[in-house]
């Protein structure tokens, strides 16, 4: 049984082998490759595995395609990658990715910072992207700043939602709103979906350690998806004081416990979050990993 209002089942999809360890000091492919194996074992079916972006520019993401090489296709699993452009689109397909992720900007000044493009011209992009994909390999669209930009503060959401049907017109599978630097409340949540719909995905930091409750408030509004990053790894370089992404077990501990299913097995996710540990050789920032799951000191039941 769920309470009231929450969903039966999520996906979640794991984007700490890119989002997560793009903002870290590189590691080899054969490393990623192993968290990789690591979140697969722990029923992660949704995966975003790499980004196909320059290495001069993003060094902690070479060796994109050795990467997808050293994992291979699985069934059942999705593996995603990110692309900012055409010609990363296309090496991704050559590499056999399952689908791809393209971020667009809902913030002009973010959009100049991250990307080196106005939101119209990486609205341009992005279809073309779409149009390179073609009808076999999905595209994720993910709409950065979707909740307030650390440049323009509040961004409205009618303008939020445009945007995502801009997108979408121009051929985008699918949207996923990032709440890029934390400015989320369940209140601008709730604002947003009104007008985008709850058909999104969500993607969360803890910025201002609001990431469970924006989760919580968005599967009682509708939302089924969510992007969450092992160990709770990753942030923004484009924006001072943004923190990592929303933690996987931290997500998973939340939904055993209100009867939500993921088909991820936590204990195992602990283990892949102790492989992220030592590959970047630091702790995760996951409250789950450093205090350990709920069910472990729940007590049993009687009889």
Request: a negative charge; aromatic letters at 2%; proline letters at 7%.
């Amino acid at each position: 049984m769920t309470l009231a209002g929450l969903p039966p089942s999520l996906v979640v999809r794991e984007v700490g082998p890119r989002d997560g360890l793009q903002a870290e000091a590189p590691v080899p492919a054969t490393a990623r490759a192993r968290l990789i194996e690591a979140l697969l074992s722990a029923g992660v079916r949704e995966i975003e595995v790499a980004a196909f972006v320059s290495p001069k520019a993003v060094p902690s993401m070479a060796g994109a395609a050795e990467v997808l090489a050293a994992i291979g296709p699985r069934a059942g699993v999705r593996r995603w990658a990110l692309v900012p452009n055409r010609r990363g689109a296309e090496l991704a397909i050559d590499a056999g990715i399952d689908g791809l992720t393209v971020t667009v900007s809902a913030s002009e000044t973010y959009s100049a910072k991250n990307v080196r493009m106005s939101v119209a011209d990486s609205v341009t992009e992005a279809v073309h992207i779409c149009e390179t994909a073609g009808p076999g390999v999905p595209v994720d669209v993910v709409v950065s700043c979707a909740f307030g930009s650390p440049y323009e503060g509040d961004i409205a959401p009618a303008q939020v939602a445009s945007l995502c049907r801009v997108v979408l017109d121009g051929g985008a599978t699918q949207i996923t709103l990032a709440d890029t630097t934390g400015m989320a409340s369940p209140r601008r949540v709730d604002d947003v979906l009104a007008l985008t719909g709850s058909d999104v995905g969500l993607h969360l930091h803890e910025t201002r350690g609001a990431g469970l409750v924006n989760a919580y408030a968005a599967a009682q509004a509708g939302v089924r998806r969510f992007d969450t990053s092992v160990g709770g790894l990753g942030g923004s370089p484009f924006a001072a004081g943004a923190t990592g992404n929303l933690a996987t077990e931290d997500l998973v501990n939340l939904c055993d416990d209100l009867g939500v299913e993921t088909g991820i097995d936590l204990e195992r996710l602990l283990a892949a979050s102790a492989v992220a540990a030592d590959i970047v050789g630091h702790d995760v920032p996951s409250r789950v990993a450093a205090a350990g799951p709920r069910s472990r000191l729940a007590p049993a039941p009687p009889g």
